[in-house]
């Protein structure tokens, strides 16, 4: 009879911990989805890759069993996505091809399609920058990070994160000046 | 240079600015949520008292295993242990007079040994009682007040005793000889029997 009470009781125990458990991914998926998104999408440049590598990084998080112990949950899941996200684009090269989804930002339709070129052509450029100088350009880009949390996610300084993204817009330039120069 | 230093930042910033506008499929929220549901385990009673009913068992197991194997080495040792008691602790203490006391193991009923058994032995406090019985206060009463008696008692038996510890001479056995009468047959009284000769049934024949 104890053993059946003590069973229901463990019954409503985990089924209790569970619902807490969901109840927390929930909120944490409502908070930090985007961010995480715009992460992986900063480094794999593909939307389904980076959707992906987003619900990987929430899976594991509720597999680890740690959704409660998390003292920073932004920190931590901006780096398991980067983490995922880098995995994914050593592993899979993206093809240079701009996303759908991308927002043009031109002030008018005459310019578009100039200003679209010019656009693909920096981010060729972008994308053919070392991943240690484009991922911080890319992360601090997105503006929800600080370059504190930056330097946190990628486990370097926070002044080799500053000096990364100044080195990283030198070269850009440089690279941008001598491909108008070579067309001049 | 000015104006062209101008036209790279706003680029950069444009294109840059497209990280930060990226927007996911709509229902990206919903599908993380499914996809963790889906990989979620079910929760059933059974499936939890599993792990804690398997543990039980496999507890019972080792501990039945383990009392299998002590079992042999634990019974070895009592009956090693029931050797080696010696024979003086198993007869109960005297309170006569010293040189009575080597006449009162003849009186007293020899302890008899038992064989050994698996069961345990008992505690050896229960097989020493501390007080004598009433048989041998009335043994050792009668021993203080009857001296010869006692003394011409334990002779005899002691006599007794020696005679049946004698070994047997064997004796010869008379024996007579066997006569073994030829047989005598005599002959029959009576008529001599006398077969007849088979006859022949003619109706049978016919058949």
Not at chain 1, 20 to 42: D, G, M, N, P
Not at chain 2, 57 to 78: E, K, Q, S
Not at chain 2, 179 to 206: A, L, N, Y
Request: net charge positive; aromatic share 4%; glycine share 2%.
């Amino acid at each position: 009879m104890s053993r059946a009470a003590d069973l229901r009781q463990a019954q409503q125990n985990a089924q209790t911990t569970a619902d807490l458990s969901q109840a927390k991914l929930t909120e944490l998926v409502q908070q930090h989805s985007r961010l995480l998104y715009r992460i992986a999408f900063a480094i794999l440049r593909n939307p389904s890759d980076a959707e992906d590598a987003v619900q990987e990084t929430f899976l594991q998080l509720h597999n680890s069993g740690r959704l409660h112990q998390l003292e920073d949950p932004k920190s931590y899941l901006a780096r398991i996505v980067w983490r995922n996200a880098v995995r994914r684009s050593s592993s899979r090269r993206q093809s240079q091809d701009l996303p759908e989804n991308l927002e043009s930002t031109s002030p008018s339709p005459e310019t578009s399609a100039m200003h679209q070129q010019m656009e693909s052509k920096m981010h060729s450029l972008i994308d053919q920058l070392p991943e240690k100088l484009r991922h911080p350009l890319a992360l601090s880009a997105l503006g929800d990070l600080s370059q504190v949390e930056i330097a946190k996610m990628l486990n370097l300084p926070e002044g080799t994160i500053r000096r990364r993204i100044h080195t990283a817009r030198q070269q850009l330039r440089k690279q941008w000046e001598k491909r108008k120069g070579g067309k001049a | 240079m000015n104006h062209e230093h101008e036209d790279f930042d706003s680029l950069l910033e444009n294109s840059l600015q497209t990280y930060a506008n990226a927007e996911p499929r709509p229902g990206l929220q919903e599908r993380i949520l499914a996809r963790t549901v889906a990989q979620q385990p079910a929760l059933s009673p059974h499936r939890r008292a599993t792990p804690n009913l398997w543990g039980w068992l496999a507890a019972g197991a080792c501990a039945a295993l383990v009392a299998v194997a002590v079992y042999p080495h634990f019974n070895r040792a009592i009956r090693i242990s029931a050797r080696r008691q010696p024979s003086s602790i198993s007869s109960p203490p005297l309170t006569s007079p010293a040189p009575m006391a080597s006449v009162i193991p003849a009186l007293t009923p020899a302890p008899t040994q038992k064989p050994p058994s698996h069961r345990p032995a008992p505690p050896r406090a229960k097989a020493l009682p501390t007080q004598p019985t009433s048989q041998e206060k009335l043994l050792a009463e009668f021993l203080s007040t009857h001296q010869k008696e006692a003394l011409l008692l334990a002779s005899a038996q002691a006599h007794e005793q020696a005679s049946l510890d004698q070994p047997v001479a064997p004796k010869p056995i008379a024996s007579t000889p066997i006569e073994i009468r030829p047989i005598q047959i005599s002959s029959i009284p009576g008529r001599p029997i006398v077969i007849d000769p088979i006859q022949k049934d003619s109706t049978q024949v016919d058949r």
